[in-house]
């Protein structure tokens, strides 16, 4: 299988402070891979570099004609912005070429009605927001997509919804997902590689290999518990 | 009023009510009222050395936007406290260049006699910063909403940042006339406060910040001739009276 993704020797650095340091892996075209790891061990930070948002060193390298749908972990706007769900998805379709009709498809994919999208975003509950996001991602027929924590400020139901969700698009559309998640239960079921990042040195494999109790405790420092399905 | 200063002022407005949308869901308000100061030094030293005001202050305002492009793009530090500091001591430098009944001018706008080469320059930019703002709202939106989003959506984010600040100088720059250096960036930016709070879309959004920046300017420019006050105190008092009745009607409702 082509890869999608090829990462050689990526560093990130802010001033003195070494972010990520001598990053090597790849992601298989089709694949997901799940990228875990304690609170600033810099998983944001790699996907801002595998964007091309933030300067790095090292390589990243997409398959040529990758187009990138990206869900942020959060964004900093006002709740009160007077811009609607459909204002979103209609600007995004224009921009990327798309029929108007495929905003619609997207909604439908996301299970998002029409009528909540009518509706400007700072009304949205946190999992219509992140469904969204998801659809303002599929939009534009992107070959790889990346999630930022995407069930941050969804309830317990609406994660397992959400991740369902990707894995029926992922299916459907079949796209390479980059994912951050802290449930390991479910990086252990949905991903095909993990990479995980910590303060001492990064692993990646088959979840059986990285999502053993005696390597979480090394990443997280500490034991984490989680739910591992047979 | 002539039907050449009418065109000329409802132009003006419409852009500056566009203009704003943006300014003000960036969070941008505070900073865009300060980056009017920056005119002040291009109208000291346009009437220094005898060439037109306007022209000056256009200059100064275009190489303002780039400046605090170029500073937010190097240090990192935020556009408001950029420009806060900036465009503070553009204000300082440019009273000290102009004096008198110049820098009461300049600071409160006067409108007079405008030659053909003005009204043609005002229509024209005007034309010019309303076009950038509807062919390019798909863009301005998601930027605005993430700028890692608007990257991965194919947008060059720094060049629309670029282009947003030398819209919003060239609006500016447009409305010192009737304005003047202190006031302008509140015409572009309390129409669009009025319009955030009211709207509930994009599309409502823009037609009340542009009916409000239409209503105060031509309501303003006759009342302030009439009343015979300077037109840029009488033009945001009209627009700030449209604010605190839509907080009013909105809390009502």
């Not at chain 1, 802010?14 to 090597?24: A, I, K, P, S």
């Not at chain 1, 948002?53 to 990758?66: C, D, E, I």
């Not at chain 1, 905003?103 to 439908?108: C, E, K, N, P, T």
């Not at chain 1, 139901?157 to 559309?173: D, K, S």
Request: aromatic share 6%.
């Amino acid at each position: 299988m082509a890869n999608a993704l090829e990462v050689k020797a990526l560093s990130v650095r802010f001033g003195n402070l070494e972010v990520l340091r001598d990053l090597t892996f790849s992601v298989p075209e089709g694949s997901a891979l799940a990228v875990i790891g304690p609170n600033g061990a810099g998983k944001t930070v790699l996907f801002k570099a595998l964007i091309g948002s933030l300067p790095h060193q090292g390589t990243v390298r997409w398959k040529q004609g990758t187009r990138i749908g990206y869900v942020p972990q959060k964004l900093d706007i006002e709740r009160d912005l007077p811009i609607t769900g459909r204002d979103m998805l209609h600007a995004k379709a224009a921009i990327s070429g798309a029929a108007r009709a495929e905003a619609a498809r997207a909604l439908d994919l996301v299970n998002l009605s029409e009528g909540v999208a009518r509706q400007p975003i700072g009304t949205f509950s946190g999992g219509q927001f992140q469904r969204l996001l998801l659809a303002f991602a599929l939009l534009g027929r992107p070959t790889a997509l990346l999630f930022d924590e995407p069930t941050a400020g969804v309830d317990e139901p609406g994660e397992e919804r959400l991740y369902e969700m990707i894995r029926r698009v992922q299916e459907a559309e079949r796209l390479t997902v980059l994912l951050i998640s802290h449930e390991l239960s479910v990086v252990y079921r949905y991903a095909t590689n993990v990479l995980c990042l910590s303060r001492e040195r990064p692993c990646f494999g088959v979840p059986e290999e990285i999502l053993t109790p005696e390597r979480i405790e090394q990443v997280y420092g500490a034991p984490l518990k989680y739910h591992r399905h047979a | 009023m002539t039907w050449t200063g009418l065109a000329l002022s409802t132009a003006m407005a419409v852009a500056a009510g566009l203009v704003g949308c943006f300014a003000v869901m960036r969070r941008m308000a505070l900073a865009s009222d300060a980056m009017s100061h920056v005119a002040l030094p291009g109208i000291g030293l346009a009437l220094a050395f005898h060439l037109h005001p306007v022209l000056g202050a256009l200059v100064a305002l275009l190489l303002g936007a780039v400046l605090i492009w170029g500073l937010e793009r190097q240090t990192r530090i935020s556009i408001e406290t950029v420009i806060g500091v900036v465009f503070s001591v553009a204000l300082a430098l440019g009273s000290m260049l102009a004096t008198g009944d110049e820098l009461i001018d300049a600071l409160l706008g006067a409108p007079s006699s405008v030659a053909g080469w003005e009204v043609a320059l005002g229509l024209l930019g005007s034309a010019a910063v309303v076009a950038f703002v509807l062919t390019q709202r798909d863009r301005l939106v998601i930027a605005l909403v993430s700028a890692d989003m608007a990257r991965t959506s194919g947008i060059a984010v720094a060049r629309l940042e670029l282009l947003y600040l030398l819209a919003f100088a060239f609006t500016v720059a447009l409305g010192l006339r009737y304005l003047g250096v202190l006031l302008m960036g509140s015409l572009v930016i309390i129409p669009a406060a009025t319009a955030k709070h009211l709207a509930r879309s994009l599309d409502g959004m823009f037609a009340i910040a542009v009916g409000v920046a239409v209503t105060a300017t031509v309501a303003g420019e006759y009342l302030a001739a009439s009343l015979q006050r300077p037109t840029g105190p009488v033009i945001i008092v009209i627009a700030a009276a449209i604010f605190f009745a839509s907080l009013v009607s909105r809390s009502r409702g």
